[in-house]
C-alpha cells in the first residue's frame, strides 16, 4: 500500500534509532522522505544505516534545528530541489538525559533541551507551513512526537518531561490556529521504545520495565513508525490536535501489579 506515493516527507532526527523506522516506514509506502541529523556525523551514519537496510532514494541533511540558520538552508534544498513538501514529522529530541531534578539543572541546561524540542519543533513547523503547507493546493500535515511522561513524569527528567508536556500544549495550539488553512497538526506520545540505549541494560532492568507494560512488551521503532505513518495519511483526514499514546497500556493503570496493592 502506497498512501505516500508522490508525496514528499520531511522527517528530523531521522538519523538513528526510531527516526531511522519512521524514514524506512515512509519510503515503503512510496514517498520521497528527506532526513536531517544535527550532525554531519550522525547525519552520515544515519545515510549508510538506511542504505545497509536496504531503504532507496533518501535525501540526508545536516540540520541541527536548534540553529535557525541550519533551518533555512534545510528548507532553501527542499524548495529547490522538490518544490513542495507534504509531510512534516517533528522526531528530533535532545533527550536532557543526566541533568537530574528540580535541584540539579542548571536553567541553560533546560533551555537548551527546549531549544531543540519544542523551539525547534515550532521553527521546522512554521517554515514549513509558511513555505509550502499554507500555499500548497494540497495542504500539507504535521506529526509531532512526544512522549508519555508529558502526563506521567519520570524522575530525574525535569527537562524532558517539562518539553514533551510543553510540545502536548503546541500540538493543540497548532491544530487550532492552523486548521481554518487546512493543516492538520497531530502527535504520537511514545512510552518504552528498545533504542540502542538498551542494548547496555542489565537484563533484570529490562525485565522490570517490561512489568510496567500491561501487554509485557516495549515498542520497536517499527510500532512508532506505523502510527505516525497513519497520523500523516489520509486515513486519519479528519483528525487534528490529537495526542496519540502508544506505550504499551503503561498509562491506563495506576501501578503495575507487584506494586498495585
Known amino acids: 500500500m502506497e498512501r505516500f506515493a508522490n508525496k514528499v516527507v520531511l522527517v528530523t532526527g531521522g538519523s538513528r534509532n526510531t527516526g531511522l523506522d519512521i524514514v524506512a516506514r515512509f519510503v515503503s509506502e512510496g514517498a520521497k522522505v528527506w532526513m536531517c541529523g544535527s550532525s554531519a556525523a550522525s547525519t552520515a551514519k544515519g545515510a549508510a544505516e538506511l542504505a545497509a537496510r536496504g531503504v532507496p532514494g533518501v535525501r540526508a541533511m545536516p540540520c541541527d534545528i536548534s540553529d535557525a540558520a541550519q533551518v533555512t538552508a534545510l528548507f532553501d534544498a527542499i524548495a529547490r530541489e522538490e518544490g513542495r513538501l507534504d509531510v512534516l514529522v517533528n522526531n528530533a529530541a535532545n533527550q536532557g538525559l543526566g541533568q537530574g531534578g528540580p535541584l540539579d539543572v542548571e536553567p541553560d541546561a533546560m533551555r537548551a533541551v527546549f531549544e531543540t524540542n519544542v523551539f525547534g519543533g515550532f521553527r521546522v513547523t512554521r517554515e514549513a507551513c509558511r513555505r509550502f503547507f499554507s500555499i500548497q493546493e494540497t495542504r500539507g500535515c504535521v506529526v509531532f512526537l512526544s512522549s508519555n511522561t508529558a502526563r506521567r513524569a519520570i524522575r530525574g527528567r525535569t527537562s524532558y518531561c517539562a518539553s514533551k508536556g510543553a510540545i502536548n500544549s503546541l500540538v493543540r495550539s497548532l491544530a487550532l490556529d492552523l486548521g481554518p488553512l487546512g ?79
Not at 205 to 214: E, K, L, S
Not at 233 to 250: Q, W
Open 183 to 261: 493543516i492538520r497538526v497531530n502527535c504520537c506520545a511514545p512510552g518504552y521504545i528498545r533504542t540502542e540505549r538498551w542494548d547496555s541494560l542489565d537484563p533484570s532492568v529490562i525485565a522490570r520495565r517490561r512489568r510496567n507494560c500491561p501487554i509485557g512488551r516495549e515498542a520497536t521503532g517499527a510500532d512508532i513508525a506505523a502510527v505516525v505513518a497513519f497520523l500523516a495519511s489520509a486515513d486519519a483526514s479528519n483528525m487534528s490536535g490529537e495526542i496519540v499514546t502508544v506505550d504499551a497500556g503503561c498509562s491506563c493503570q495506576h501501578m503495575p501489579p507487584d506494586c498495585d496493592c
